[in-house]
C-alpha cells in the first residue's frame, strides 16, 4: 500500500511559494483527497499529514488566501471567530465596526447582529409608509 503522504505529494505542483493541487477538486476550489475512510479538503489533509491533528473547533486557514495550495507552511488552524477575523476583518474581540464579537451577537455566522438590527430599523423607518400600506392592504383583503 502506498503511504498516504507519498499518495498526497504525488497530486501536488510544488512551486517556489504555492503548492498548486493537481487532482479533483470541490466546486469551492479546495483540493480533495481520500484521508482516512473520508474525503477531506486538501488542505485539511496536508495539515493533518504534516503539520498536525486539527484541534476539536478549530479549522485550517489559507494565510496565502490561495484555496488550491496545500503547502503545510501556509496554513495554520484557528478557532471559528479567529478564522472568521482573518477573512473579514476586525479582531478577536471586535468587529470591524467596534462593537463587541461574542456569539451572540453574529450574525450570519460572521457579521455583527447589532449593525444588522440597527441597519433593518433605519430600513424600517425609512420605509414605514410604505410597509404600513402594505400590512393594511393585506388586512382589508382578509377580513373582505
Ligand atoms: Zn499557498
Ligand atoms: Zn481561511
Ligand atoms: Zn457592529
Not at 478577536?92 to 441597519?119: D, M, V
Request: glycine letters at 6%; proline letters at 2%.
Amino acid at each position: 500500500m502506498i503511504d498516504a503522504k507519498e499518495r498526497f505529494w504525488s497530486k501536488v505542483d510544488k512551486g517556489c511559494s504555492c503548492w498548486e493541487w493537481l487532482a479533483g477538486k470541490f466546486p469551492s476550489g479546495y483540493g480533495a483527497f481520500f484521508l482516512y475512510g473520508r474525503t477531506e479538503r486538501a488542505h485539511v489533509a496536508s495539515y493533518k499529514l504534516f503539520v498536525g491533528e486539527v484541534l476539536d473547533g478549530y479549522e485550517v486557514h489559507h494565510i496565502c488566501e490561495n484555496r488550491a495550495c496545500v503547502n503545510p507552511d501556509h496554513l495554520k488552524s484557528l478557532t471559528h471567530l479567529q478564522h472568521k477575523n482573518e477573512h473579514y476583518g476586525g479582531s478577536e474581540t471586535e468587529f470591524p465596526c467596534g462593537h463587541e464579537r461574542q456569539e451572540k451577537n453574529l450574525y450570519a455566522k460572521s457579521r455583527c447582529r447589532i449593525c444588522f438590527k440597527k441597519y433593518k430599523q433605519e430600513w424600517y423607518e425609512a420605509n414605514k409608509d410604505e410597509i404600513l400600506a402594505k400590512q393594511q392592504e393585506y388586512y382589508l383583503r382578509k377580513t373582505k
